[in-house]
């Protein structure tokens, strides 16, 4: 009977109370629903050596953090993470609706602390025939998970969680705990093992803080090429190495050229190599993109034809850290930059009006001058230092020559023939001096300092730099 295992849980529960020595914990639920779950686990080679857990508010919670238990004690890591909600639920003798939440709570306490120990301890035995995917709940991912599963040996899971605020839509961003658990989900559909990798930290370190501090100095940073070149990739690519699998997988569009470097996706309208530019040669080495051959329409189409409940969905239009807020409300928030008002000036240093902050404006911007001319006006430069904004008109935007900092290149500079200086801007054909300075053969129009510089030969990414001020 159903009651039965449910009462036995409830009755004798497994683990509670019982905190393993050097134990990762996941913590789920808190005031909102008046449920708390807490799980501590060790992980030792590729297997769950010990677990215990805490529960408080309803008797589901503490029978649901019971059941975890019991079903990861001992257990792989990779059966370990195929257990969610319906493990959960089943163990228990299935629950009702009401009573779901807490299998919910369960599943994600157990996640929590099982990716944060397989992140530091595991050591799975290698295999060639595994591989990882990262799967961000999206179209995309879920569709290159699908088409690894039909060629791979073993395919395994993962999802990171780089943000959480109160103030953003969850389900509108790529990276929240609600993107995990629909991942989990139908990773869990699929039949495979899914873990949970937490970098908030290191996101917000690596890629949130820089992003506050270039806004400050004036500058218009490109987030999504850091946290792509620095943070997330080589995070999973390290958990990979952790899992004993060969390769990493994403749903990006892009391609790998001959020397394993990055090409463009066959779909130029989806290419997104520009944000992978400015990864290291050993990641790319390791990763794989099942979607580069294919055109959007036709990814959503497989999606279809597998059923899959993420075929419709839209795809995410803004920073994953500020979906759900304003750029303006969270620069205020989390970098402290609020209402500063400064001149507006021409090119000859005449005062045109007035601006609420040189940090809102970038170069090549029109909308938001609020000032009087006999023609449109567009943002030439910012000077954080004197918080002026400098405007004139648009032939003033364009240059034929573009310095660059920080050049990383992955061939010599002489075979540089192409630069792409914004995303999905044109490519335009082009020389890299000695000097960082590249010179084009066709006039660009609002370079932004901060952004990046994709340098390539043909469609080959063969390095990126920062446009410099």
């Known amino acids: 009977m159903p009651d039965e295992r449910f009462a036995e849980h409830l ?40 677990a215990g857990f805490e529960a408080s508010g309803c008797g589901a919670a503490l029978a649901a953090g019971s059941a975890a238990v019991e079903l990861v004690r001992d257990a792989s890591i990779f059966d370990a993470a195929r ?11 299935g629950l009702s609706v ?24 595991a050591a799975a035995t290698p295999s060639a025939g595994r591989t990882l995917i990262a799967m961000s709940g999206g179209v995309d991912s879920t569709v290159a998970a699908v088409l690894l599963a039909a060629t791979h040996e073993e395919v395994v899971a993962v999802t990171l969680e780089l943000w959480r605020d109160p103030e953003n839509d969850a389900e509108a961003s790529c990276c929240s705990a ?3 658990r629909s991942a989990r989900a139908i990773a869990h559909r699929m039949g495979l093992a899914h873990f949970t990798l937490d970098l908030r930290a290191g996101f917000r370190a690596g890629v ?60 130029d309208a989806k290419d997104q190599t520009y944000m992978l530019a400015a990864l290291s040669r050993a990641t790319l080495q390791r990763l794989r993109f099942p979607l580069g051959e294919l055109t959007k329409p036709e990814v959503r189409a497989l999606a279809r034809e597998h059923d899959l409940p993420v075929a419709s969905k839209p795809d995410s239009q803004d920073l994953c850290f500020l979906a759900g807020t304003g750029r303006e409300r969270f620069l205020a ?52 230092r004197f918080n002026t904004v400098t405007v004139g008109p648009r032939t003033a935007l364009d240059v034929d020559r573009v310095a660059l900092r920080g050049v990383r290149l992955h061939r010599d500079a002489t075979e540089v023939d192409g630069v792409r200086l914004r ?43 920062t446009i410099a001020a």
């Open 11 to 50: 009755s004798h529960p497994i683990g509670r109370g019982h905190t393993p020595a050097g134990s990762y914990a996941g913590v789920a639920g808190g005031a909102a629903c008046g449920d708390l779950v807490t799980i501590r686990l060790t992980v030792s080679g590729e297997r769950v050596t010990d």
């Open 83 to 93: 257990v969610g909600t319906a493990a959960i639920a089943q163990e228990l003798g």
């Open 98 to 121: 009401g009573k779901l939440h807490a299998a919910d709570l369960a599943a994600d306490a157990l996640h929590q602390a099982l990716g944060a120990a397989v992140a530091q301890e």
């Open 178 to 180: 609600s993107a995990v």
């Open 208 to 267: 949130v803080d820089p992003w506050l501090a270039e806004h400050a100095e004036g500058l218009t940073p490109n987030p999504c090429v850091r946290c792509n070149g620095e943070v997330r990739l080589d995070a999973m690519v390290d958990f990979a190495d952790r899992l004993g699998a060969a390769t990493l997988a994403t749903g990006h569009y892009a391609r790998r050229a001959p020397d394993g470097l990055l090409r463009a996706a066959a779909d």
């Open 333 to 384: 928030r989390h970098g402290g930059l609020r209402e500063r008002p400064g001149a507006i000036v021409d090119r000859a240093g005449h005062e045109l009006g007035r601006h609420r902050g040189h940090f809102h404006y970038t170069v090549g911007q029109r909308r938001g001058l609020e000032v009087a001319a006999a023609e449109p006006l567009y943002v030439l430069a910012t000077d954080a």
């Open 423 to 465: 995303y999905h801007a044109k490519i335009l054909p082009c020389r890299l001096q000695d000097d960082g300075t590249v010179l084009l053969s066709e006039p660009f129009s609002a370079p932004a300092p901060g952004q990046t510089a994709v340098l390539l030969a043909g469609d080959v990414v063969i390095g990126c730099a």
